[in-house]
């Protein structure tokens, strides 16, 4: 199945609590390589920014690990940024910027960043100081910790608001400009 197509039965994840912590901290003081070539410190951005943070972008090259399509939240990163992506006008109209954020390495990301044409930058933790430091939920799989679907809206630094766990993740965009405008 094409990475930007989410299957049939997806397992829905459950929320666990992991990100009932988050609404109202300040991000870390810290700054992410994106993969534009800048480094970025969201502690320090002005105004509205979301942050989607997924587990990992897959490639059409690059085996996803065994059953991800049955890891409740695995599947959907492609689609999720595809949706940020296909939304980025209307979010920008709304005065917000987008990030996505993972644990991969930037190089890593800049292929997902051309092959999926998107107009901002994803933001690499790989060194896990931001998932650390917000105590970001987690999951270990294939011998890899990966960040669990949340997305962050910002303001000013701080976390404004939270969606845990994200489901449908092509949905996310709509979600968060749903709530934007919403929280004007």
Not at 127 to 142: C, H, I, S
Request: proline residues 8%; charged residues 15%.
């Amino acid at each position: 199945m094409a990475l930007t197509q989410l299957p049939d039965n997806l397992p829905v994840p459950e929320d666990d609590g992991g990100a009932d912590h988050l609404q109202g901290l300040a991000v870390p003081d810290l700054g992410l390589p994106a993969t534009d070539g800048a480094t970025v410190n969201l502690s320090s951005r002005q105004g509205r920014t979301v942050v989607y943070c997924y587990p990992m972008t897959g490639r059409p090259d690059v085996a996803l690990p065994d059953n991800w399509e049955q890891i409740p939240g695995a599947r959907g990163c492609t689609p999720q940024s595809c949706a940020f992506r296909d939304h980025h006008a209307e979010l920008h109209a709304l005065n917000t910027a987008v990030y996505g954020l993972s644990v991969q390495t930037t190089d890593y990301q800049q292929e997902a960043v051309a092959r999926l044409h998107l107009p901002f930058s994803l933001l690499s933790d790989a060194e896990f100081a931001f998932t650390t430091a917000l105590k970001l939920p987690t999951m270990d799989v294939a011998g890899m910790t990966l960040i669990k679907r949340t997305t962050l809206i910002l303001n000013n630094g701080i976390i404004e608001h939270v969606f845990y766990p994200v489901f449908p993740p092509d949905q996310n965009a709509a979600d968060v400009m749903t709530w934007l405008r919403e929280n004007a």
